[in-house]
């Protein structure tokens, strides 16, 4: 439990009390050695710089796939300290590179890196399947004597008696906890920005966002600073900075991965449900952490998860010669905001090199009442009128930053419900899940794949449409992001387009490939409720027939 803000405290001002977060934030970064140092005239795209600071050695551990690290720290051809200095070093240069961490746990970490490399050497074998890899988190995760204040100035002082169930199954695998990263004001932004520290920018495009709301977890791992960190997801919080940074991440369904410890507003409310999931460098990353914490039984001790074990098996029947036999939707476009240029050929290219695939079937897949969808959750958000996020943000008196505004007071579905409200819009989200169940079951398919938002990164203060993502939160289907491209000077803007509605005349006013220049461009495969395993499989398997990421821009 948080304890109650005391109120004997004199009051500070919002300025004072972010200043004196940040001056933390510095201090913690300035401990670790050697220290990184400050780069003048910082170029749009950071990802070459780490390169040119970072000793070869760092390089190669902090660009190693999740997987092969853990080969090697179990073996213990690597040292968890040398892995975790390396990590704590690219961190600190990630930072600044795209302000994206709100501190670093040097002391801590490398304590706790020599403690597993010492078990390692006496017990001859690792204490669990993360033994020395360290994992960063998002900032409103609970960590035990750590401040927890989710973005909001006014809980600056919150802090935490234990760790949050997920930190804990994570150290009892053997992980070291060594970042803990940005997230917005109010936790409801696709994008970063808060009064703490500004914006989290993109590493690819420091012009553009990073996503949100764990965008600091996505400009981390974009950068190499993590390999594997942690995320929450109510609305594309995963997916949104996993693909604005060119990396995987797993909105898992509900009630799989555990959730107790963190800090929000609304958090007891059910009809659209949080979720806790990875974004990692490599899918491997993301498929061994999942794969971890169901293995560690949580629904033990959270009775609110569900006991149901990871399943090892192959989710698909196999033909001759070894190939599965899958059955890929495509959704190229919702029905109420155009995808961008990018997109659309990523897309395009992808489902037309998936059709020479043996036992793969590609099959379009027609939007239902996309539109729909977005009033039914918009309207369940925020049941109480945004009132708990108003009051949270203006108990410090901080001002609101743009996107807060957009989601709270420019929606013009948020209003107070009574209780009978809420009910019947309960009822509408599951009469809607009822006739998409019936919808996916005629097509046939196995697995959707679709875009993760209506445009790859976007300029900061300008994400504004969710229908991409938050679809599958309203539906609760598991959705894994996987990079694939980056914008190209070919995807030309389509200036005789005339768009359907208002937010397609706004995402449509949005793109120039100029602007959009290096952005990653990603792609989202999405599964029925439970199916987590299977949206894994089939997306090991498109990557493994396509060459993807990044070998050929498709």
């Known amino acids: 439990m948080l304890p109650a803000p005391s109120s004997s405290k004199p009051l500070e001002s919002w300025q004072s009390i972010a200043k004196r977060t940040q001056q933390h934030r510095d201090a913690t970064i300035a401990a670790v050695r050697s220290p990184i140092p400050d780069i003048p005239d910082l170029p749009l795209d950071s990802t070459p710089i780490p390169k040119t600071i970072l000793t070869p050695r760092e390089v190669s551990i902090t660009e190693s796939d999740p997987v092969d690290l853990l080969s090697q720290l179990s073996s213990g051809s690597l040292s968890s300290e040398d892995v975790t200095h390396a990590f704590l070093r690219r961190a600190a240069l990630a930072q600044k590179l795209t302000n994206c961490l709100t501190e670093l746990l040097p002391q801590a970490a490398l304590s706790r890196a020599r403690y597993l490399d010492a078990y390692l050497a006496e017990h001859g074998k690792p204490l669990g399947p993360l033994h020395g890899l360290p994992i960063s988190t998002k900032e409103m995760i609970h960590m035990a004597s750590h401040t927890c204040n989710a973005a909001f100035i006014a809980w600056h002082a919150r802090t935490p008696a234990s760790n949050a169930h997920i930190l804990d199954i994570l150290l009892a695998a053997g992980a070291v906890l060594y970042a803990r990263t940005t997230q917005p004001q109010t936790l409801m932004h696709l994008e970063t920005s808060s009064n703490y520290f500004g914006a989290t920018l993109n590493p690819f495009n420091r012009a ?114 070894g190939a599965k036999k899958v059955r890929v939707g495509v959704l190229a476009d919702d029905g109420v905001v155009r995808p961008h240029p990018p997109v659309r050929r990523a897309l395009a290219s992808m489902a037309e090199k998936l059709e020479s695939v043996q036992g793969v079937d590609v099959v379009p897949f027609a939007p239902l009442d996309h539109d729909a969808a977005w009033t039914i959750i918009s309207s369940l958000y925020f049941a109480d009128g945004g009132a708990e996020e108003k009051a949270a943000i203006a108990a410090s008196g901080e001002p609101w930053r743009p996107l807060s505004k957009f989601i709270l007071e420019e929606n013009k579905n948020v209003k107070a419900l009574s209780v009978a409200e809420v009910w019947a819009w309960t009822a509408k989200r599951d009469a809607y899940r009822t ?10 398919i196995d697995v959707l794949l679709c875009p993760v938002g209506p445009g790859a990164a976007p300029a900061l203060d300008t994400a504004r449409y969710w229908g991409y993502t938050a679809q599958w939160n309203l539906l609760d289907y598991p959705a894994l992001v996987a990079p694939v491209s980056k914008v190209l000077e070919s995807d030309a803007a389509d200036a005789s387009y005339v768009p359907r509605n208002e937010d397609d005349r706004y995402n449509h006013g949005l793109y120039s490939p100029e602007k959009y220049a290096n952005a990653p461009v990603s792609v989202q495969l999405v599964g029925r409720r439970y199916e987590d395993e299977k949206v894994i499989e089939a997306m090991e398997y498109i990557q493994e027939k396509l060459g993807l990421p990044w070998a050929e821009y498709v």
């Open 208 to 321: 553009l966002t990073a996503g949100g709301s764990s965008g600091g977890e996505g400009a981390l791992v974009g950068l190499r600073g993590s390999c594997l960190g942690i995320g929450t997801d109510i609305g594309g919080s995963i997916r949104s900075p996993a693909a604005n940074c060119g990396v995987y991440g797993l909105r898992p369904t509900s009630g799989r991965l555990p959730m107790a410890g963190m800090s929000a507003t609304m958090l007891s409310a059910e009809h659209i449900p949080a979720v806790v999931g990875p974004l990692s460098t490599s899918l491997g990353g993301v498929k061994v952490f999942a794969r971890t914490l169901v293995d560690a039984r949580p629904w033990t001790r959270e009775p609110g998860l569900v006991p149901l074990p990871w399943k090892t098996e192959s989710q698909f029947a196999a033909l001759e010669g």
């Open 435 to 444: 006739a998409y169940a019936k919808h996916w079951e005629d097509s046939g």
